[in-house]
T-cell receptor, first 114, second 114 residues
Framework: NAGVTQTPKFQVLKTGQSMTLQCAQDMNHEYMSWYRQDPGMGLRLIHYSVGAGITDQGEVPNGYNVSRSTTEDFPLRLLSAAPSQTSVYFC?????????????FGPGTRLTVL | QQQVKQSPQSLIVQKGGISIINCAYE??????FPWYQQFPGKGPALLIAIRPDVSEKKEGRFTISFNKSAKQFSLHIMDSQPGDSATYFC?????????????FGKGTLLTVNP
């Protein structure tokens, strides 16, 4: 199993550009989520999905869109990047609710918005 | 409102010493408390977790102590090793229902000197 994979590893955008951060898992996990990690801020939940076709907002959803068309993939879209979105983004997945099941994190995408 | 407060922000310990990281929570509905370990350039990984009906849980050199009345829990790393140098995050979540949101502390950067 590859586990949770994320692409790209690094990305530099200009303000206003759009892009999609890719996340895939091969563990047949129902629950997937996106976090952003900023210095001194810990991990903050952006969006999550409890299964294909079902998504919901987390703590900091503004400026981000998600969709879940398959169990394996959970892309995160930035429609119009802003410098405030400079961060390290982590995708995570678990078999079920993270309160009962271990979350597995991907290696992260480091995004810089100029 | 920060629901999980973690301290210290950074910690330097000599090899063989004890590392102690503390967390305090506000929401009494939280009933599951995991700790995550993150090495530079990697995603977080579950280290150890505890439920509030247990006052202590030990796995190898890692121990969680839990004080329900004080709403505090802590991670103790005995015989700290340079390989333990990482960022540690405490987290909390309320089990049951349709709750999917894990709340993280801001993290502690642990450095173990040889």
């Amino acid at each position: 199993n590859a586990g949770v994979t994320q692409t790209p590893k690094f990305q530099v955008l200009k303000t206003g550009q759009s892009m999609t951060l890719q996340c895939a898992q091969d563990m047949n996990h129902e629950y997937m989520s996106w976090y952003r990690q900023d210095p001194g801020m810990g991990l903050r939940l952006i969006h999550y999905s409890v299964g294909a076709g079902i998504t919901d907002q987390g703590e900091v959803p503004n400026g981000y869109n998600v969709s879940r068309s398959t169990t394996e993939d959970f892309p995160l879209r930035l429609l119009s990047a802003a410098p405030s979105q400079t961060s390290v983004y982590f995708c995570a997945s678990s078999y079920g609710q993270p309160s009962y099941n271990e979350q597995f994190f991907g290696p992260g995408t480091r995004l810089t918005v100029l | 409102q920060q629901q999980v407060k973690q301290s210290p922000q950074s910690l330097i310990v000599q090899k063989g010493g004890i590392s102690i990281i503390n967390c305090a929570y506000e929401n009494t509905a939280f009933d599951y408390f995991p700790w995550y370990q993150q090495f530079p350039g990697k995603g977080p990984a579950l280290l150890i977790a505890i439920r509030p009906d247990v006052s202590e849980k030990k796995e190898g050199r890692f121990t969680i102590s839990f004080n329900k009345s004080a709403k505090q829990f802590s991670l103790h790393i005995m015989d700290s090793q340079p390989g333990d140098s990482a960022t540690y995050f405490c987290a909390a979540i309320r089990r049951g229902g349709s709750n999917y949101k894990l709340t993280f502390g801001k993290g502690t950067l642990l450095t173990v000197n040889p």
